[in-house]
């Protein structure tokens, strides 16, 4: 079965700092994975894709099929990246299952 | 276009007691998905749809049931409320299962 893990709840980074918000995934086929994040009393929202290979607002992330991660990364943090942030993987029968999520907190 | 409209937006209900979360997208998107939201468990599916007509398991079905019998409308329903269906409620939708999800804003709904 398809499963997500984020094994970090909480990140706190100081404004300037890289951030890398953690995510594994167990799949038995090829994956499709996202990031989403969700700022204060906004709607969750598409941040990136790996089929995408872009980069939004300064994130990254590269799907790492050895280590079964897809690791989202910013060289510099910045303090309107507070936000929630989940890792979701879609299998081909329609399911999109997310992970716990991470709560990313940038301080000035 | 309103994009995804959850309908209520809060509800407080008592065990026992039933009701329906209406979610409403006009986009004509096939896929529709269900979720809910809690604390240090992230968003968990409960009921998803593929096309006008059909409903399937998600990860959390028990105690809910679903109906898309429009294309448009994707609707959640409790039989009989319990404390751990206390949740935020997230309908969201998509053209296709690769494509982003377009999310309502939630409901909030305790069961006391």
């Known amino acids: 079965a398809q499963r997500v893990t984020q094994p970090e709840k909480l990140l706190s980074v100081f404004k300037g700092a890289p951030v890398e918000l953690k995510c594994n995934y167990s799949?038995?086929?090829?994956?499709?994975l996202f990031w989403y994040v969700q700022y204060s009393r906004q709607r969750l929202q598409l941040l990136l894709r790996?089929?995408s290979r872009e980069s939004i607002k300064g994130f990254t992330a590269d799907l790492n099929k050895g280590e079964t991660s897809f690791h989202l990364k910013k060289p510099f943090a910045q303090e309107e990246d507070s936000a929630m942030y989940y890792c979701?993987?879609?299998?081909?029968?329609?399911?999109?299952?997310f992970g716990q999520g991470t709560e990313l907190s940038v301080k000035p | 276009n309103a994009g995804v409209t959850q309908t209520p937006k809060f509800r407080v209900l008592k065990t026992g007691q039933s009701m329906t979360l209406l979610c409403a997208q006009d986009?004509?998107?096939?896929?529709m998905y269900w979720y809910r939201q809690d604390p240090g468990m992230g968003l968990r599916l409960i009921h998803y749809?593929?096309?006008?007509?059909?409903?399937a398991k998600g990860e959390v079905p028990d105690g809910y049931n679903v109906s898309r019998l429009k294309k448009q409308n994707f609707l959640l329903g409790l039989e009989s409320a319990a404390p751990s269906q206390t949740s935020v409620y997230f309908c969201?939708?998509?053209?296709?299962?690769?494509?982003?999800?377009?999310f309502g804003n939630g409901t909030r709904l305790t069961v006391t």
């Open positions: 790996h089929i």
């Open positions: 799949y038995s086929g090829s994956p499709e």
């Open positions: 979701a993987i879609y299998n081909q029968g329609g399911k999109l299952i």
């Open positions: 969201a939708s998509s053209g296709d299962g690769n494509s982003p999800l377009h």
């Open positions: 749809s593929v096309g006008e007509g059909t409903t």
């Open positions: 986009m004509n998107h096939e896929y």
